[in-house]
């Protein structure tokens, strides 16, 4: 696996996974789903002997798949999806560091309507900081000890 110590950043064009271990959460771009052709719901298959992962198409009341509905699909298109068991499956076929979020981008099957995600082509980098945008935190312990010792004088 390529570790990448920048924070990666794709176009809205780009078909990409996320997986980040620490929260048991994989993102899946909303590029994905225009790729499949913005499907109700979608099903994630996993092939530990060829390390793959298979996002395909299904019907909104799926019992096997995931709805594609949410607060976060309805804002970006995009899906945030908890599967801790999955998550630990993928992590015991690789040996990737759990600190890093993992992003993998999708190779497109025509025939079947598939997005396929190969672990031989993750890219890690580091979970940022202020995950929720916004600006960092000041480090207000040393402005104050500044103005303290500014005060003395």
């Given at each position: 696996?390529?570790v990448d110590?920048?924070?990666?950043?794709?176009?809205n064009?780009?078909?990409?996974?996320?997986?980040?271990?620490?929260?048991?959460?994989f993102?899946?771009?909303?590029a994905?789903?225009?790729?499949?052709?913005?499907?109700g719901?979608?099903?994630?298959?996993?092939?530990a002997?060829?390390?793959?992962?298979?996002?395909?198409?299904?019907d909104?009341?799926?019992?096997?798949?995931?709805?594609?509905i949410?607060?976060?699909?309805v804002?970006?298109?995009?899906?945030?999806?908890?599967?801790?068991?999955?998550?630990?499956?993928?992590?015991?076929t690789?040996?990737?560091?759990?600190?890093?979020r993992?992003?993998?981008v999708?190779?497109?099957?025509?025939?079947?309507?598939?997005?396929?995600?190969e672990?031989?082509?993750a890219?890690?980098s580091?979970?940022?900081?202020?995950?929720r945008?916004?600006?960092p935190?000041?480090?207000?312990?040393k402005?104050?000890?500044?103005k303290?010792e500014?005060?003395?004088?």
């Amino acid at each position: 696996m390529k570790v990448d110590t920048s924070e990666l950043i794709y176009s809205n064009d780009c078909p990409y996974i996320d997986i980040l271990w620490k929260k048991g959460r994989f993102f899946v771009s909303n590029a994905v789903f225009r790729l499949i052709g913005k499907p109700g719901g979608i099903r994630l298959l996993w092939n530990a002997a060829k390390s793959t992962l298979i996002i395909e198409p299904t019907d909104i009341n799926d019992p096997d798949g995931f709805p594609a509905i949410g607060q976060t699909y309805v804002k970006n298109g995009s899906l945030f999806i908890g599967s801790v068991t999955l998550i630990e499956e993928i992590w015991a076929t690789t040996d990737w560091d759990k600190s890093l979020r993992v992003r993998i981008v999708a190779k497109y099957n025509e025939k079947s309507n598939v997005a396929i995600f190969e672990m031989k082509n993750a890219i890690a980098s580091e979970i940022p900081k202020n995950i929720r945008g916004g600006r960092p935190k000041r480090a207000n312990s040393k402005t104050r000890k500044v103005k303290k010792e500014v005060l003395k004088e």
